[in-house]
């Protein structure tokens, strides 16, 4: 089945840092990434959508300036946390819609990056 | 608007049923699912069902969806332990330029205790 690679699984970052998390698609091509967060035993809240080649469209109350999301291809997208604070610790989960495969079983989800600012 | 809500906890006994129950908003989702989460991973399908369909079964998982009352649950026969996790309900909605978003619901935590 469909595939995606996330790395890293856990990131200790001292405050100010900027921290790059990655999802590549291993066996398929990713046309839509959406990438989300989630708080200790809270859902997933979606952060933003990204479509292959086009700019990110951004949830609201997202900032799109501190959270960079890059597209550049099929195979990968990255969520950068720019100038990252305490505040941005949180468990950010990508999420790949698989090219070809109906909406039913067409999502295939990252294992997740646990981010913790110090 | 968009919302999906569920109950946050459940604890059964080992070999019971678990059902988890779950409401929606959007009337024009045409596809629902349930994802598990177990701790520090990312979510796994277990099942989804379109919305012109009551009701799906897939070994110990069934499914059954009200689309009147925008109410779906999920049963799982013979919970074992392994079954503890995080189980979230999602629906399928349209979204600008033609896409579709999962907006998922907080979550029910399964306990299975012996």
């Known amino acids: 089945g469909a595939v995606v690679s996330q790395h890293p699984s856990w990131v200790i970052c001292k405050s100010g840092t900027s921290v790059k998390i990655e999802c590549r698609s291993l066996?398929?091509?990713?046309?839509?990434m959406f990438w989300y967060r989630q708080f200790p035993k809270q859902s997933l809240m979606l952060m933003a959508t990204?479509?292959?080649?086009?700019?990110?469209?951004?949830e609201q109350g997202v900032e799109k300036d501190k959270f960079l999301i890059n597209h550049a291809s099929l195979t990968l997208s990255t969520l950068t946390v720019t100038s990252a604070h305490p505040e941005d610790s949180s468990f950010y989960i990508c999420?790949?819609?698989?090219?070809?495969?109906?909406?039913?079983?067409?999502?295939?989800f990252g294992s997740g990056t646990r981010l913790t600012v110090v | 608007g968009e919302d999906v809500e569920q109950s946050l906890f459940l604890s059964v006994r080992e070999g019971d049923s678990s059902v988890i129950n779950c409401t929606y908003t959007?009337?024009?989702?045409?596809?629902l699912y349930w994802y598990k989460q177990e701790p520090g991973a990312g979510l796994q399908l277990l099942t989804y069902?379109?919305?012109?369909?009551d009701m799906k079964q897939d070994q110990r998982l069934t499914v059954l969806l009200n689309k009147k009352d925008k109410h779906l649950s999920l049963r799982i026969a013979d919970t074992q332990t392994g079954d503890s996790a995080i189980y979230f309900c999602?629906?399928?909605?349209?979204?600008?330029?033609?896409?579709?978003?999962?907006?998922f619901g907080a979550g029910t935590r399964l306990a299975v205790h012996p």
């Open positions: 069902i379109f919305s012109n369909m």
């Open positions: 990204s479509n292959e080649g086009s700019k990110a469209t951004y």
């Open positions: 066996d398929f091509q990713a046309t839509t």
């Open positions: 999602a629906e399928n909605v349209g979204i600008s330029g033609g896409y579709n978003k999962l907006i």
């Open positions: 959007d009337s024009s989702s045409t596809y």
């Open positions: 999420s790949a819609r698989v090219l070809g495969q109906g909406r039913g079983n067409g999502y295939t």
